[in-house]
């Protein structure tokens, strides 16, 4: 499978090199526009083309699918030209700018037969994965909650705020765990330093009285990436900083009684072990890449594909317009 890489800021380097590694993919060129991204790109991978021209890539006889590492704003244009000249895409998160523009470009890869996936990486980790098979297998039971902090001093973005900067992470994992459509949102933040919110909070409501949380902010004092998730009978803690032991389940819960004939409401609370499954110890994004090479050589479509990179752009959209109105209710 031969790749073309549009951008090589900040995320291009871990792509290229992930492709590279692979045994069924070769990169046949690297676009930027920074003159500056293309000298590094150059000096680390000698052999591979450079270009300031991605249209260069996109138009290629050569080329078998374009991955789109670059600016949100720029991402449909980049994969609708894509599309129109056959090749598959892999595109940076969030998937576009507007829910709009994400239905065009899943309709026309539709009607070319070609595949989109959208990065959102964190569903092939090993404790992603191993969530996933404790939810399916109900090991928490119905689910009551989820509840992530994911804050860090920077980094600064320029063109969007910090929900569509990190946001897409926490919403990109709900929506494929909770498999469910939200009812409503509410989000609600601040602008300190430029003309974007840098700190935010969205609250989203599920169906079955599942509720969400998410904190993301760019001034915090110090890194957070934690997650709580709530269910009937067990509850998890993820820590994605820990080095071992990243996801904790914890024998914890509480059962609501009342007795006939009394007003009190009795609450009988269970408090049994932890314990800290074995998690897969594989690199994410290989595991990303290697399954998009094989979901366009099988034809298969992806999970994370263009439908589940729109269902995450619509959640932000919703956010944005809430935030706007200082946290006024959006139903989608």
Same mark, same amino acid.
């Given at each position: 499978?031969?790749?073309?890489?549009?951008? %090589?800021? %900040?995320?291009?380097? /871990?792509i290229v090199?992930?492709?590279?590694? +692979?045994?069924?993919?070769?990169? *046949?060129?690297?676009a =930027?526009l920074?003159?500056?991204?293309? #000298?590094?790109?150059q000096?680390?991978?000698?052999?591979?083309p450079?270009?300031? /021209?991605?249209s260069?890539?996109?138009?290629?006889?050569?080329?078998?699918?374009?991955?789109v590492?670059?600016?949100?704003?720029?991402?449909?244009?980049?994969?609708?030209?894509a599309?129109?000249?056959?090749?598959h895409?892999?595109?940076?998160?969030?998937f576009?700018?507007?829910a709009? @523009?994400?239905?065009?470009?899943i309709?026309?890869? #539709?009607r070319?037969?070609?595949r989109?996936?959208?990065?959102?990486?964190?569903?092939f980790?090993?404790a992603v994965?191993?969530?996933?098979?404790?939810?399916k297998?109900?090991?928490?039971?119905?689910l009551?909650y989820?509840?992530?902090?994911?804050?860090n +001093?920077?980094?600064?973005q320029?063109d969007?705020?910090? *929900?569509? =900067?990190?946001?897409?992470? =926490?919403l990109?994992?709900m929506d494929? $765990?909770?498999k469910?459509?939200p009812?409503?949102?509410?989000a609600?933040?601040?602008k300190? $330093?430029? =003309?974007?919110?840098?700190v935010?909070?969205m609250?989203? %409501?599920?169906p079955?009285k599942?509720?969400?949380?998410?904190?993301v902010n760019?001034?915090?004092p110090v890194?957070?990436?934690?997650t $709580?998730?709530?269910?009937?009978?067990r509850? *998890?803690?993820?820590?994605?900083?820990?080095?071992?032991?990243?996801?904790?389940?914890?024998d914890k819960? &509480?059962?609501?009684?009342?007795?006939?004939?009394?007003?009190?409401?009795?609450?009988?609370?269970?408090?049994?072990?932890?314990w800290?499954p074995?998690?897969? @110890?594989?690199?994410a994004?290989r595991?990303?890449?290697s399954y998009f090479?094989?979901?366009?050589?099988?034809g298969q479509d992806?999970?994370n594909?263009g439908?589940?990179?729109l269902?995450?752009v619509?959640m932000?959209e919703a &956010?944005?317009q809430? $935030?706007?109105?200082?946290?006024?209710?959006?139903? +989608?």
């Amino acid at each position: 499978m031969n790749f073309g890489v549009i951008g %090589y800021g %900040y995320w291009g380097p /871990n792509i290229v090199r992930n492709l590279i590694g +692979l045994e069924d993919s070769h990169v *046949l060129g690297i676009a =930027d526009l920074d003159p500056a991204c293309r #000298q590094r790109a150059q000096k680390a991978h000698p052999t591979i083309p450079v270009t300031a /021209n991605a249209s260069e890539l996109i138009r290629s006889t050569e080329v078998d699918a374009i991955a789109v590492i670059s600016p949100v704003w720029t991402h449909y244009e980049l994969t609708k030209a894509a599309l129109e000249n056959g090749k598959h895409v892999f595109v940076e998160k969030p998937f576009t700018s507007n829910a709009a @523009q994400g239905e065009e470009l899943i309709n026309l890869a #539709q009607r070319r037969n070609l595949r989109i996936m959208v990065d959102h990486t964190f569903l092939f980790t090993g404790a992603v994965r191993k969530i996933e098979e404790l939810v399916k297998e109900g090991t928490l039971g119905n689910l009551y909650y989820y509840d992530s902090t994911r804050v860090n +001093l920077g980094n600064f973005q320029h063109d969007v705020n910090v *929900l569509w =900067d990190l946001a897409p992470h =926490d919403l990109s994992i709900m929506d494929h $765990l909770i498999k469910a459509t939200p009812e409503a949102i509410v989000a609600t933040g601040e602008k300190h $330093l430029n =003309d974007h919110e840098d700190v935010a909070f969205m609250t989203l %409501y599920f169906p079955d009285k599942i509720i969400a949380h998410i904190n993301v902010n760019w001034l915090s004092p110090v890194k957070v990436r934690t997650t $709580l998730i709530g269910g009937e009978k067990r509850m *998890l803690v993820w820590n994605d900083l820990e080095a071992d032991e990243k996801v904790k389940v914890y024998d914890k819960g &509480a059962e609501a009684t009342s007795r006939e004939g009394f007003y009190n409401l009795f609450v009988n609370y269970r408090s049994g072990n932890m314990w800290a499954p074995r998690l897969e @110890q594989v690199e994410a994004l290989r595991q990303e890449m290697s399954y998009f090479v094989d979901c366009i050589t099988t034809g298969q479509d992806p999970f994370n594909d263009g439908c589940a990179g729109l269902r995450v752009v619509k959640m932000l959209e919703a &956010a944005s317009q809430s $935030l706007s109105k200082r946290g006024s209710l959006v139903y +989608l």
